[in-house]
DNA sequence: AACGACATGTAAACAGTTACATGATTCA
DNA sequence: TGAATCATGTAACTGTTTACATGTCGTT
């Protein structure tokens, strides 16, 4: 049960907007036109024949003088029907593994040099990602409705990394106070709370 | 190349603060003491006998009077310096694929009603994370070094869920200002520009 | 006797990436 | 002629989850 393979609608969902070619779908995905999705050859031709198999998309022999070998699919009525029905239920999540957190839950045992070399490198990635995406948001200003769409993914980006940059100054300063205040010497001794203290009790986080 | 294995260092990490068992690491993931990391016996026994065998980790048969079968794991000092020298690195991220976006960015094709119970629903997951996560802030408020960084790590979930609820608002009411204008019929030819127009050339949302 | 927690593991399946194999067309 | 792009695929590997198999100990 559960992972309804979420990778097969990506790729009907692409298909909804025009046949297409595996080829087609790996540069798609390339150029970021679902800009939080990434594929390789190796899901997408057996992913492909699958949809095939299932009825949910059509192969046609599309020989170009071109190109000659060219096999695009195309979305059929079914397969139209069962990709509208999943994009209508509600969306799962999926657990994080975020490794800067890993090496800042562990902070303690590196100095407080490393862990603000660790944030300033993250926040640049997120400073870098941020204009990029803002550069989009401009190239989806039409009224096409499909555009007003994309402009929302495209913010959801935005104030996702607008929000991670904040914290990496904050806690930036909190280092920089952790550092100065002394208390920040690497602890080298194995000890520790190994029971309680140290838990949580929350859910993982997802997204 | 690549894939140093971040799991492993997750196991280690939890290591370096006492010896455990396997069992012990599954408990410790499950009460979230990283509380954004998860793992599963699958991976946790076999990265222990590959620690053991690759000399990062000792494994010793500790027989209690209640439990004669366990094997604890403890951090040998060429593990702890390995673990050291990983935290250290900067952390890579991982793309995401976030079934939210993928469902939006397709919602031409399901009704503006169904796009709003989408977000709502998400809305509502991060908002009841939020909480979680905040109360948990307070069990760390201890003067420990290891509870500092155990916030900051805290405090990430907090602010990037409050820029996602935040995000969730603006949303639904950009949702509901277009079904209102009706241009939010969802579209049903298989039309639209399969070229150009709507790709990013953005780098794929990272963590 | 039955149940839940403690404890260790394996097998199978799934998701995904990387590297490889193959071959046509187009353009410099 | 050689490189880039178009085009289709497979094999191997890694990471991860789920389900299963097995057995002990303590409590009800």
Redesign the pocket.
């Known amino acids: ?3 309804h ?3 097969k609608y990506a790729i009907m969902a692409l298909l909804s907007e025009a046949p297409r ?4 779908i790996k ?1 798609a995905l390339e150029a970021n036109e679902i800009y939080f999705w ?6 997408i ?2 992913i ?2 699958k949809l095939a198999k299932e009825g949910l998309a059509e192969k046609r022999k599309a020989s ?9 699919y195309e979305l059929t009525p079914s397969g139209r029907t069962e990709l509208v029905e999943w994009l209508k239920r509600p969306a799962g999540t999926i ?1 994080l ?1 975020i490794e800067l957190l890993l090496k800042l839950r562990y902070g303690h045992l590196i100095d407080p040099a490393n862990c603000l070399k660790l944030i300033e490198d993250y926040r640049q990635g997120q400073v870098d990602d941020i204009e990029r995406l803002e550069r989009q948001l401009d190239k989806h200003s039409g009224d096409d409705i499909r555009d007003a769409y994309a402009r929302m993914t495209l913010r959801y980006g935005i104030a996702l990394k607008r929000a991670l940059v904040e914290w990496c100054r904050g806690t930036v300063d909190e280092l920089e106070a952790l550092a100065e205040s002394g208390a920040a010497e690497s602890v080298k001794g194995g000890g520790g709370a190994p029971d309680g203290g140290f838990s949580c009790g929350v859910t993982l986080l997802q997204l």
């Open positions: 049960m559960a992972q393979n979420k990778t070619t595996g080829y087609d540069k990434s594929e390789s050859y190796g899901q031709y057996p492909l024949h170009t003088e071109r190109h000659p070998n060219r096999t695009v657990p593994r």
